[in-house]
T-cell receptor
C-alpha cells in the first residue's frame, strides 16, 4: 500500500501566485517523521523540512510554509509568491522508525511549473 | 566540499554487463542508503547500511549487491544488467540509523541499452 500520496501530478502557476502541494500519508505508527524534498531540473534532491509526529505546529520559512494535520493525515506545502526558480518536482516522504533502520518512503512527486 | 558524492554521474552500458556505482560521504555518518528513481520519478529505497552492515534490503533482486568497505563508502554492484535497471540511483547518508535527516548525493543516471 502506498504510504504517501501526492494526488497532484503536475501543477502550473503564473509567477507570484500562491500554490499548495498536497500530501496525504498513511501509517500505523504513533512516532513518525514527514519530509519535503525538492528536485530541481538539475536532478539533485534538496531537503526542505522535517516534521515529527508529535509536533503539529505549522512552520514558515520565507515564502515556504507547511501545514501538518494529523486528523486528516496531511502535510501540505504552500509556496507564496511563487518564482520561476521554484519550478521543480516536490516530493513528500514518510519515515517510520524501526529498530536499526530508518528509510524514507516517497510519494510520487508533484511537478510544479512556474510560468514567468 | 561535496558531502555525498557518487561516481560516475552517467553510465551507459549494454544488457548483460556488470557495473558498479560508487558512493562516498565525508560527513562522518554511520548510515548510508541507496535509492532508485525510475523513469516516472518514483523514488524507492533499495538498501540501508549501518556501520558497514546491511540493515534493510527492500526486496531488491540479488543481481544488486551493495558493498561497504568502510563507513564512508557504500558501493552498488549490479550483475547481468537488464533494461529495467535503467534509472537514476541516489546514494544518501544520515548520522545514524535513527537520524531522520538524510543527505543525498547528486545521483547516477544508468542507461541500459
Amino acid at each position: 500500500a502506498q504510504k504517501v500520496t501526492q494526488a497532484q501530478t503536475e501543477i502550473s502557476v503564473v509567477e507570484k501566485e500562491d500554490v499548495t502541494l498536497d500530501c496525504v500519508y498513511e501509517t500505523r505508527d504513533t512516532t513518525y517523521y514527514l519530509f519535503w524534498y525538492k528536485q530541481p531540473p538539475s536532478g539533485e534532491l534538496v531537503f526542505l523540512i522535517r516534521r515529527n509526529s508529535f509536533d503539529e505546529q505549522n512552520e514558515i520559512s520565507g515564502r515556504y510554509s507547511w501545514n501538518f494535520q494529523k486528523s486528516t493525515s496531511s502535510f501540505n506545502f504552500t509556496i507564496t509568491a511563487s518564482q520561476v526558480v521554484d519550478s521543480a518536482v516536490y516530493f513528500c516522504a514518510l519515515s517510520e522508525p524501526k529498530t536499526g533502520a530508518n528509510n524514507l518512503f516517497f510519494g510520487t512527486g508533484t511537478r510544479l511549473t512556474v510560468i514567468p | 566540499d561535496t558531502a555525498v558524492s557518487q561516481t560516475p554521474k552517467y553510465l551507459v552500458t549494454q544488457m548483460g554487463n556488470d557495473k558498479s556505482i560508487k558512493c562516498e560521504q565525508n560527513l562522518g555518518h554511520d548510515t548510508m542508503y541507496w535509492y532508485k528513481q525510475d523513469s516516472k520519478k518514483f523514488l524507492k529505497i533499495m538498501f540501508s547500511y549501518n556501520n558497514k552492515e546491511l540493515i534493510i534490503n527492500e526486496t531488491v533482486p540479488n543481481r544488486f549487491s551493495p558493498k561497504s568497505p568502510d563507513k564512508a563508502h557504500l558501493n552498488l554492484h549490479i550483475n547481468s544488467l537488464e533494461l529495467g535497471d535503467s534509472a537514476v540511483y541516489f546514494c544518501a547518508s544520515s548520522h545514524d540509523a535513527l537520524s531522520y535527516e538524510q543527505y543525498f548525493g547528486p545521483g547516477t543516471r544508468l542507461t541500459v541499452t
